[in-house]
């Protein structure tokens, strides 16, 4: 009977020497492919598997247990990777866990379910999300209108919002665009799908679908919103029973003195913004700095903040990269003026030149929301009818990865944020 037990014991101590994870380094030295790397790590959660994000290890490398079909995976998918031993991992984690490193090993549980917000049809501009959600290969659905307004959000932990207008303005692309044969197109469905759904302006529908989302996010959601579908889902928010809409968008006038009924109260990131009045100006308020900022595109770049890994992970999380410069771009809204966020709301990435934000992250409710600047991180003044960015030519991409991390964000274990 001893005899059996010490070969037992044996045989459980040989397996773990021999016992081996997959390490998917993330730093700009080691890893061929940042995009594809998050889609692995999502395949590998699909399979109930748990994955441990090393945030500040190696640009935010993956641990992973090593079995061949995930070494499969991420040669099939081009990811750079290295098979280390069990006492290497526990080398690593132990190096992680010191209290002299900014770094943390992050549990994550379970593949989050994602829904992209985004009319059917197609769209004369492109979503950096879905580019990068297909060139990762991880899974969404798309959803609108009708299924928000029948609590469909409720099926998904993560949804998207990218070139949305929340105000009823159609984008603002009045003055450049009311002959085009999309703008009439989009502006007879929309007007449609509002009838149709018992409402007697889009402002109004679009409104009762902000308001289903922001109730989204406060049950424990994550919203992760870019361009114009930032500022003009606040300012939806806070013009609630106010009409803003000029005649050429609802068929009437606006309120007398609209500006000042505006309630910053019910809004998620944006306060004492002044509204754009004119219908021919490409702009919602004075939130977005498009029109503010002259900075000339090869200087154009902004800083991603530090932040303590294991005292904050979750911005931590939300800013892995392999570089704390990243590229600008820009879109309708292409950044915040910093004057205009609330003080609880996390500025995580800023031009420095102008002081402005970038990329920003808060908590309401139960749950997080991030919103995003500018349109697409690898075309610069991307425009209307413009081609879509190959993601084949930019698979290290700093500012696609800033996507990517939002992605993975609600799979992780959670733990209190501290400050």
Same mark, same amino acid.
């Given at each position: 009977?001893?005899?059996?037990?010490?070969?037992? %014991?044996?045989?459980?101590?040989?397996?773990?020497?021999?016992?081996?994870?997959?390490?998917?380094?993330?730093?700009?030295?080691?890893?061929?492919?940042?995009?594809?790397?998050?889609? %692995?790590?999502?395949?590998?959660?699909?399979?109930?598997?748990?994955?441990?994000?090393?945030?500040?290890?190696?640009?935010?490398?993956?641990?992973?247990? &090593?079995?061949?079909?995930?070494?499969?995976?991420?040669?099939?998918?081009?990811?750079?990777?290295?098979?280390?031993?069990?006492?290497?991992?526990?080398?690593?984690?132990?190096?992680?866990?010191?209290?002299?490193?900014?770094?943390?090993?992050?549990?994550?549980?379970?593949?989050?379910?994602?829904?992209?917000?985004?009319?059917?049809?197609?769209?004369?501009?492109? &979503?950096?999300?879905?580019?990068?959600?297909?060139?990762?290969?991880?899974?969404?659905?798309?959803?609108?209108?009708?299924?928000?307004?029948?609590?469909?959000?409720?099926?998904?932990?993560?949804?998207?919002?990218?070139?949305?207008?929340?105000?009823?303005?159609?984008?603002?692309?009045?003055?450049?665009?009311?002959?085009?044969?999309?703008?009439?197109?989009?502006?007879?469905?929309?007007?449609?799908?509002?009838?149709?759904?018992?409402?007697?302006?889009?402002?109004?529908?679009?409104?009762?679908?902000?308001?289903?989302?922001?109730?989204?996010?406060?049950?424990?959601?994550?919203?992760?919103?870019?361009?114009?579908?930032?500022?003009?889902?606040?300012?939806?928010?806070?013009?609630?029973?106010?009409?803003?809409?000029?005649?050429?968008?609802?068929?009437?006038?606006?309120?007398?003195?609209?500006?000042?009924?505006?309630?910053?109260?019910?809004?998620?990131?944006?306060?004492?913004?002044?509204?754009?009045?004119?219908?021919?100006?490409?702009?919602?308020?004075?939130?977005?700095?498009?029109?503010?900022?002259?900075?000339?595109?090869?200087?154009?770049?902004?800083?991603?903040?530090?932040?303590?890994?294991?005292?904050?992970?979750?911005?931590?999380?939300?800013?892995?990269?392999?570089?704390?410069?990243?590229?600008?771009?820009?879109?309708?809204?292409?950044?915040?003026?910093?004057?205009?966020?609330?003080?609880?709301?996390?500025?995580?990435?800023?031009?420095?030149?102008?002081?402005?934000?970038?990329?920003?992250?808060?908590?309401?409710?139960?749950?997080?929301?991030?919103?995003?600047?500018?349109?697409?991180?690898?075309?610069?003044?991307?425009?209307?009818?413009?081609?879509?960015?190959?993601?084949?030519?930019?698979?290290?991409?700093?500012?696609?990865?800033?996507?990517?991390?939002?992605?993975?964000?609600?799979?992780?274990?959670?733990?209190?944020?501290?400050?």
């Amino acid at each position: 009977m001893k005899k059996t037990f010490a070969l037992i %014991v044996f045989l459980c101590l040989a397996f773990n020497s021999y016992a081996s994870y997959i390490l998917i380094p993330m730093d700009v030295e080691s890893q061929q492919n940042h995009l594809k790397a998050y889609g %692995v790590t999502y395949w590998t959660l699909e399979k109930q598997t748990k994955v441990k994000w090393l945030l500040n290890y190696k640009g935010g490398s993956f641990l992973l247990p &090593d079995a061949e079909e995930i070494r499969r995976e991420c040669t099939i998918r081009g990811v750079s990777f290295e098979v280390v031993s069990s006492s290497k991992a526990e080398e690593i984690l132990d190096f992680i866990a010191s209290p002299s490193q900014n770094m943390e090993a992050v549990v994550l549980e379970k593949a989050p379910k994602i829904a992209v917000y985004s009319p059917s049809g197609l769209q004369p501009w492109d &979503d950096a999300v879905t580019m990068v959600l297909t060139y990762a290969e991880i899974p969404y659905e798309t959803i609108y209108d009708e299924d928000v307004l029948n609590d469909g959000l409720l099926l998904y932990d993560w949804l998207h919002l990218h070139h949305e207008d929340f105000t009823g303005q159609y984008g603002k692309f009045y003055r450049a665009y009311k002959s085009a044969s999309w703008y009439i197109n989009e502006k007879k469905e929309a007007e449609a799908l509002a009838l149709k759904l018992g409402y007697d302006k889009v402002s109004q529908e679009k409104l009762a679908v902000a308001k289903k989302i922001r109730d989204y996010v406060i049950g424990g959601g994550f919203m992760f919103a870019m361009c114009s579908a930032t500022d003009s889902f606040d300012i939806a928010l806070s013009a609630e029973g106010v009409d803003i809409c000029e005649p050429m968008f609802d068929g009437d006038g606006s309120d007398p003195n609209y500006q000042g009924k505006i309630d910053y109260n019910r809004t998620f990131a944006f306060k004492d913004y002044l509204l754009e009045r004119n219908p021919n100006v490409y702009e919602f308020s004075s939130i977005d700095m498009t029109s503010k900022r002259s900075i000339p595109p090869t200087t154009d770049y902004f800083s991603l903040m530090e932040f303590s890994a294991k005292w904050d992970p979750i911005p931590s999380m939300l800013c892995q990269n392999h570089t704390a410069l990243v590229k600008g771009f820009m879109g309708q809204t292409t950044s915040f003026t910093r004057d205009e966020i609330k003080s609880n709301v996390l500025v995580m990435g800023e031009n420095k030149t102008n002081g402005e934000a970038k990329y920003i992250h808060g908590i309401k409710g139960k749950g997080f929301f991030t919103f995003y600047g500018g349109h697409d991180p690898e075309d610069y003044t991307h425009k209307v009818g413009d081609p879509k960015t190959e993601l084949d030519l930019h698979p290290t991409s700093p500012g696609y990865r800033l996507i990517l991390n939002n992605v993975l964000f609600p799979a992780a274990k959670k733990k209190k944020q501290k400050t």
